[in-house]
T-cell receptor, first 107, second 114 residues
Framework: GQQVMQIPQYQHVQEGEDFTTYCNSS?????IQWYKQRPGGHPVFLIQ?????EVKKQKRLTFQFGEAKKNSSLHITATQTTDVGTYFC???????FGQGTELSVKP | DGGITQSPKYLFRKEGQNVTLSCEQN?????MYWYRQDPGQGLRLIYY???????QKGDIAEGYSVSREKKESFPLTVTSAQKNPTAFYLC?????????????FGDGTRLSIL
């Protein structure tokens, strides 16, 4: 079945540093979604990408979809403590989730 | 407010016991899902339902059962056949099933074995 690999599994940064998580698939994707799960919470939908090479921004968050629609990235500029949590990519109709990247931010 | 309600928040199961996790939504969504989350892992799909009275197995359905008698409700039963049930269970819903449908999640139920 469809699988998606997400790296890194963990990322520890100093507040103010940038952060990037990557999602890779061996097959062409029709779309990709990104979710954030705060510690002890539930996943919350952030954004969806559908077009080849698409770039979307939400304040300090930048989402990219690869030209071949096989990979995607989420980049956070100047992290804050409120960014702490696990970021998941998800693909497909019934959603296959990546393993997630857990971000911790040291004040 | 529209949303998804899961109950209970914490649940303990004895050996050989079946337990049922509740999931109710008032978003008028057609599709509902159950996921299992283990520490350090992503969400794994247990069962999903696109419409009332219909449901499909996900990737890890063994030891679980569901029903979808009402649009609003999608309860999950963890049977005694599930030998490692300790996990965080998340219920979700979406308007329909197909590419481009964001999922809305409940707060989850943490299940532990006594």
């Amino acid at each position: 079945g469809q699988q998606v690999m997400q790296i890194p599994q963990y990322q520890h940064v100093q507040e103010g540093e940038d952060f990037t998580t990557y999602c890779n698939s061996s097959t062409t994707l029709s779309n990709i979604q990104w979710y954030k799960q705060r510690p002890g919470g539930h996943p919350v939908f952030l954004i969806q990408l559908v077009k080849s090479g698409e770039v979307k921004k939400q304040k300090r968050l930048t989402f990219q979809f690869g030209e071949a629609k096989k990979n995607s990235s989420l980049h956070i500029t100047a992290t804050q403590t409120t960014d702490v949590g696990t970021y998941f990519c998800a693909v497909g109709g019934k959603l296959i989730f990546g393993q997630g990247t857990e971000l911790s931010v040291k004040p | 407010d529209g949303g998804i309600t899961q109950s209970p928040k914490y649940l303990f199961r004895k050996e050989g016991q079946n337990v049922t996790l509740s999931c109710e939504q008032n978003l008028n969504h057609d599709a509902m899902y159950w996921y299992r989350q283990d520490p350090g892992q992503g969400l794994r799909l247990i069962y999903y339902s696109q419409i009332v009275n219909d449901f499909q197995k996900g990737d890890i359905a063994e030891g679980y059962s569901v029903s979808r008698e009402k649009k609003e409700s999608f309860p999950l039963t963890v049977t005694s056949a599930q030998k490692n049930p300790t996990a965080f269970y998340l219920c979700a819903s979406s308007i329909g099933q197909g590419p481009g449908q964001p999922q809305h999640f409940g707060d989850g139920t943490r299940l532990s074995i006594l």
